[in-house]
């Protein structure tokens, strides 16, 4: 597989949220070819080293230029190929020429006008369309602002009422396993949306098994509780890079219900609003040992509690890309009650260019689920 394809895979695969729960390997239909993270290392290569045809990008490294192009694809409300054909080195497009054009603009504005600081890109004036706006466009009221004479909970109050929405802490403590079963549905920029199967099994307290089934044929990704690996057809390969990294961190059963110890520090930010529900904003600093800290340079991640009933109902997470903040929104919706303790069944994700809409229609809690699942197969010969 080349670069190239490499690179498509991972700007349309990105990992930094649920690397496992909405990649890889998959038919072009679901937006990916074979997905190749970059490889966990001390030392990038520059991009122009490993891609072609690289011009006014030469100098950033390869995950940089990763989050350049996600940037971009975001910024327009697009997909890959709305600037590449099948051979990413190709210029033949049109709209790819015209992307190098507007980036050198973007540099000569920031350059002359702002000190050289980043004060416009490509979504200042595009805002998730290919065409910008000519005309100012009314938008609702913003987000609802906290009062001065309103008295706050503090964090710990909202993670324990958290914890108490679930189902109690005595009830949380009881969960060894979890069994899941649904769809996953993914847009990409303005291309037709795509569903597949979706069977997800996790066993206390770091293993996991994810099954893609699409038009007859399934893919397997997993984590033992060391290793990671993946199948698809006859074909076993190892996790590694990225996709090890955040691997660990999906296997954890407990990752969106035990959220303190994934945080060196939190502090509540103060009020908004989701879906016309007052929600409370918990800014935290990720731990040292978070992989989207260690690969990506992601330092800070934004949760949001609902007021009323407590429960945690989306996670942000922004990386600074160089061309500016880029965010993975995950939405938490849809808790269902399963043996007295809530499960979000319905994740919504936007990772530009991709929009993930995962829903379970089974869920099990505590089934009986043997190690042997989550083993690395071993290869044909």
Known sequence: MTNQFKLVSALLCLAFGSSLLSTNNVSASHGSVSF?????????????????NIQVFKGLTESQLLGAMNFMTGALGVGCFHC??????????????????MIQMMRTINQTD???????????????????????????????????????PSVDEILNKYSDALGGKAKIETIKSVAMKGTETAQTGSDPSSTRQLEIFRKSPNKL????????????????????????????????????????????IFKDIDLRPQFANMALVGKSRISNRDVYIVEGTLSDDRAEKRLLGINTEWLYFDVQTGLLVRRILEWKT??????????????????????PSTLRTLRPPTTLIQKFTEIKLNTSIGDEIFNKPDVKK
Not at 214 to 221: D, I, K, L, P
Not at 333 to 343: M, P, Q
Request: aromatic share 6%; proline share 4%.
């Open 114 to 152: 702002f000190g050289d600081k980043l004060a416009v890109n490509c979504y200042t004036c595009h805002q998730g369309h290919v065409k910008p706006a000519v005309a100012p466009v009314s938008r609702p009221g913003s987000d609802a602002m906290t009062s001065k004479t309103e008295t706050m």
């Open 36 to 52: 190749t993270s970059v490889p966990e290392q001390t030392q990038e290569r520059p991009a122009e080293q490993a891609y072609k």
């Open 84 to 101: 590449h054909t099948n051979q990413f080195a190709s210029d033949d497009k049109l709209a790819k020429q015209t992307a190098r054009r």
């Open 322 to 343: 160089v061309l500016g903040p880029l965010q993975s929104i995950t939405d938490l919706e849809d808790y269902v009650s399963i043996d007295g303790l809530k499960i």
């Open 209 to 252: 098994l994810v099954v893609f089934i699409q038009q007859g044929n399934s893919m397997f990704q997993a984590f033992d509780g060391k290793i990671g690996w993946r199948k698809n057809g006859e074909r076993v390969s190892d996790l590694g890079g990225m996709d090890m990294a955040l691997a660990r961190g999906e296997a954890n």
